[in-house]
């Protein structure tokens, strides 16, 4: 009876123990995952070298073709460059603009050969003549960035629209928030 | 284009230089307050050539709109009018001053017309109803599609007689448009009529300012793939970049003598202001500062130049002298202050305020005091610039949605739309009398 007793308890505590242990990692777990979302986006910068492979396949050499690799690579900065957006009156990037620039950052890194114009843009709100320059304090706040990640100064231009260019004309929150940024102009 | 090429033969003959100035001089700051009683006859074909009631009736209509505007006066109802009206006699003697005296009017202005092989006369006169004496004469010969400016040329002439000064009615007012799908670069009368596109970039053409000395208009324009900043000769259409400096070349303005260009150059990676020569050469930066600085305009006396400016959190105007380089500021009201535009008369500067995103036309005097609100209600009011005169403002006026250029006095009082409906009207600018 005693060792029944015994070995229940052994049979708990080890049970404990390991639900102790899965409590606690689970925190842990979570920390991971969350220092690995830059790993992830260069994962995602990665797949279009993936890409780039099969293209060497299709040309049927077999051999890796470093051309096909990079012209793959400018496809990919070409159609996978995000724009930014901005708050009211503001130049100063946000996280979420933060975030967006590091996978350009990445792509551009990974295509050395094209050059890109950021064009800064505002709400039709304030006066042309200081959306002007605000637009340009954004897109050089963008430049800024992307330097700062490693990409090339001279690889990269700037021009401000002001308010000129808006990609929404409504004249609600929702469109003025959506006209409030930088986007990216690629130039092989 | 043609049609303003040297297509004013207008010669004004000076019929009597023994001008008295009417009663005493007006207050031209006060319109409104102390209005003239006016008796305005329509004009009547003198000799040969027969009558053109068109014509008569386009200039009748063009000065009394001008005469209006002015607010210097209160028409003497034409039905009321007796005998005298329909009398072609111009002269003193001729006159029956006592008819228009019973009708209660203190000044008079009589005319006539006579057109000849597509050539026009008009004779005017303006009389002082109290004293019976001539206050102005003036003959006008021109082509018959000159009528317009016969009329507003005279308008300039009336108020000179009555004021000392004259009429901004007879310049020009250049604008942005999107008529044809692109902002352009346009030219109008004061009153709107004659439009002119005056380029044609199919880019981006932003913010004119007239040269005070030669027939010319600066602008930015993005043609060449950069803001860059240009100018054009008017009536030869000639045209070149003046600034082209890598980023922003805008905001351009003349100095009162011509000689130099205030603008924005972003060159340094910040907005900065400058001075530049006419061949574009930086003469001097004015501004230092890691904010915004845009907007520049000059003081009459081209020794400051108030501007706008972030470098104290909000855009609010401030004033660089041009010499010692010294800043202060000049709104502390209101959150966002922008587009000043400072009165070729005196110290005044106007300007645009947003309030819960709607901007409206404000003025200041230059020591900061006296702030006044000209124009109220919805519909952002932006973008003021003054008459040479200082006597009006014009503005552009957004109507849900639809920008369009309006003029209204110094005082804010008899506003009114002057651009045609057919696209947004934007960045008005007054020429300087020619």
């Known amino acids: 009876m005693q060792k029944l007793t015994i070995t229940r308890l052994v049979v708990m505590l080890f049970a404990l123990t390991l639900l102790a242990s899965g409590c606690a990692k689970k925190p842990v777990a979570e920390q991971t995952t969350m220092t690995e979302q830059p790993a992830q986006v260069e994962v995602q910068q990665q797949q279009p070298a993936g890409v780039a492979e099969q293209s060497v396949t299709d040309t049927g050499a077999g051999s890796y073709d470093a051309a096909a690799a990079a012209r793959a690579a400018e496809n990919a900065a070409t159609s996978g460059l995000q724009r930014i957006h901005f708050d009211f009156d503001q130049y100063v990037l946000t996280d979420a603009a933060k975030t967006i620039l590091v996978n350009n950052a990445g792509l551009l890194r990974a295509a050395p050969a094209i050059k890109v114009l950021i064009e800064g843009h505002c709400d039709e709100r304030g006066s042309d003549e200081y959306n002007l320059a605000l637009g340009e304090k954004r897109a050089l706040a963008t430049k800024n960035y992307l330097v700062s990640l490693g990409v090339p100064a001279e690889r990269l231009s700037v021009i401000s629209y002001g308010e000129e260019m808006p990609l929404d004309g409504a004249r609600t929150k929702e469109a003025w928030a959506k006209n409030r940024r930088a986007d990216f102009k690629v130039k092989r | ?434």
């Open chain 2, 1 to 434: 284009m043609k049609s303003l090429k040297v297509c004013f033969l207008i010669s004004v003959l000076i019929l009597s230089l023994s001008v008295t100035v009417f009663a005493a001089r007006i207050e031209i700051s006060s319109p409104g307050e102390q209005t003239i009683p006016l008796a305005l006859t329509r004009l009547l074909p003198i000799g040969v050539g027969g009558a053109q009631p068109a014509l008569a009736r386009e200039f009748q209509e063009v000065l009394e709109n001008d005469l209006e505007m002015s607010g210097l006066f209160e028409f003497v109802d034409p039905a009321a009018f007796l005998g005298d009206a329909e009398r072609l006699g111009l002269s003193r003697t001729d006159i029956d001053f006592n008819q228009w005296r019973m009708l209660g009017s203190e000044a008079l202005i009589k005319g006539g017309y006579s057109v000849s092989s597509g050539k026009v006369t008009i004779e005017l006169r303006l009389y002082d109803v109290i004293t019976q004496r001539l206050l102005t004469g003036r003959r006008y010969l021109g082509n018959s599609t000159d009528v317009r400016k016969i009329a507003h040329t005279f308008a300039d002439q009336v108020l000179k007689s009555l004021t000392g000064e004259e009429g901004p009615f007879s310049t020009k007012i250049a604008y942005i448009s999107n008529r044809t799908g692109h902002k352009e670069l346009y030219l109008m009368d004061v009153d709107g009529y004659q439009p002119i596109r005056m380029t044609d970039h199919r880019s981006i053409v932003l913010n004119p300012d007239f040269s005070p000395t030669r027939k010319e208009v600066i602008f930015t324009s993005y043609k060449n793939g950069n803001p860059d900043l240009f100018r054009k000769e008017i009536y030869t259409g000639r045209e070149s970049r003046v600034s082209l400096k890598p980023g922003l070349n805008i905001g351009g303005r003349y100095s009162p003598d011509g000689r130099e260009i205030a603008l924005t150059l972003s060159k340094d990676k910040n907005s900065e202001l400058y001075l530049i020569g006419t061949d574009g050469t930086v003469h001097r930066r004015l501004t230092n500062h890691y904010g915004i600085d845009v907007d520049p305009t000059w003081s009459p006396n081209g020794q400051k130049i108030a501007f706008v400016s972030d470098r104290r959190g909000n855009p609010n105007i401030f004033i660089v002298n041009v010499h010692s380089l010294e800043v202060s500021r000049l709104t502390f009201e209101g959150k966002y202050n922008a587009t000043p535009a400072w009165n070729p008369k005196d110290d005044r500067i106007a300007f645009a305020r947003m309030d819960n995103g709607v901007f409206n036309v404000f003025t200041i005097r230059e020591d900061g005091s006296d702030e006044r609100q000209l124009t109220f209600g919805a519909g952002s009011k932006e973008h003021p610039r003054w008459s040479p005169d200082g006597r009006f403002l014009i503005y552009s006026h957004d109507l849900a949605g639809e920008k369009s250029i309006w003029i209204m006095r110094a005082d804010g009082t008899g506003a009114r739309r002057i651009s045609a409906p057919g696209g947004n009207d934007i960045h008005p600018a007054w020429s300087v009398r020619w």
